[in-house]
């Protein structure tokens, strides 16, 4: 089952499941805005690649197991952690849209007259979605491992994510030792690594470490891909240097300011955390480019999926009973993160 497939059998289990879980809240609601709120949930779970439960389903299947029904509601709760982290994410970044939507803080804004007094509560309608992973991860029977990496996930975003926001507001740059810690806790473990090893543990399989080094090397990629395209074009309704103009630091940041000069140290520091017009965007550009950041990020993208491909194909033809059919689909994953 490739991609796309997959999502339109994925998004009608979900769109189910968070229709059940919000008729919890009808005896709570007491007026229009309260009920728009909560019902923006659904919409707003609409436009997700579905990265995360595809790379489950996909290492479920790799192992031969076909209790689809089952795995569904474990793919189910890596996107209500999804929808939980990105409502927080957004707040804490100040975004406005995501995929041509208003975020969700801004939805509840409107609703509230563009009130933004009522933040709390924003935060608390995405503890409302993460609170309901924990009580369907409880209610449904996988291996305890599998569901320890749950905890374990959550609990390391959680520390990325208080990381990112310290060093989006830090005015001292750090180490790219330092921003690969931050980096792993908050994106690639959660988003690349730890779904692939639960998909496999979900399967009553023993650990996999050929999997686990996959799926390091695949989220390291997923970061410095994503960092990269927002220098060179910007991406998903974000314009270039949006994450510079956020005060976000970076491991393309971070090995840029190791090879500039003074006056382009200065210049890094001065333009964070403000509105960048054309003239400073090329001029930011000109320093990731005299840096041979561009092309080192490039090259080296592309050198750890060649990795990933030659870690996977050994993996392949060295262990027995594997379900080879879905093979075919990881591969398209390596190959979908690829730079020209």
Not at 18 to 37: A, D, G
Not at 106 to 111: G, K, R, S
Request: proline share 2%; glycine share 2%.
């Amino acid at each position: 089952m490739d991609w796309k497939v997959f999502r339109k059998v994925f998004d009608k289990e979900l769109e189910i499941h968070i229709k059940t879980q919000l008729k919890t809240t009808e005896e709570y609601i007491f007026s229009t805005e309260l009920e728009n709120i909560y019902g923006f949930l659904l919409p707003f779970s609409e436009w997700w690649k579905r990265i995360r439960p595809y790379l489950v389903f996909l290492m479920y299947k790799l192992s031969w197991w076909e209790d689809d029904q089952l795995a569904i509601q474990a793919w189910i709760i890596n996107e209500l952690i999804h929808l939980f982290a990105l409502i927080h994410d957004d707040i804490n970044d100040k975004w406005t849209i995501r995929h041509h939507l208003p975020t969700f803080h801004m939805y509840a804004a409107q609703q509230l007259n563009d009130n933004y007094q009522w933040i709390n509560m924003w935060i608390l309608v995405g503890d409302f979605m993460l609170s309901r992973a924990y009580q369907h991860l409880q209610s449904i029977h996988i291996p305890y491992e599998t569901k320890v990496h749950y905890f374990t996930m959550l609990n390391t975003t959680i520390y990325g994510q208080i990381q990112d926001v310290y060093l989006s507001h830090t005015k001292k740059l750090y180490s790219k030792e330092i921003i690969s810690m931050k980096d792993k806790a908050k994106s690639w473990d959660y988003s690349i690594m730890r779904p692939m090893v639960i998909g496999y543990n979900i399967s009553w399989q023993k650990e996999s470490s050929a999997l686990q080094k996959l799926g390091e090397r695949l989220g390291v990629v997923f970061q410095m891909r994503d960092d990269l395209l927002d220098i060179i074009d910007g991406h998903g309704n974000k314009t270039s240097f949006s994450d510079h103009q956020e005060g976000n630091q970076t491991f393309l940041l971070a090995h840029a300011y190791e090879l500039a000069t003074d006056e382009q140290k200065e210049c890094l520091l001065a333009t964070r955390w403000t509105v960048c017009d054309d003239a400073t965007k090329k001029q930011l550009l000109d320093i990731y480019t005299t840096t041979w950041t561009i092309i080192w990020a490039r090259e080296e993208v592309n050198k750890q999926l060649t990795e990933c491909t030659t870690i996977f194909t050994q993996r392949v033809e060295t262990t027995p009973n594997l379900n080879t059919r879905y093979a075919i689909y990881v591969q398209d994953i390596i190959n979908f993160l690829a730079i020209a």
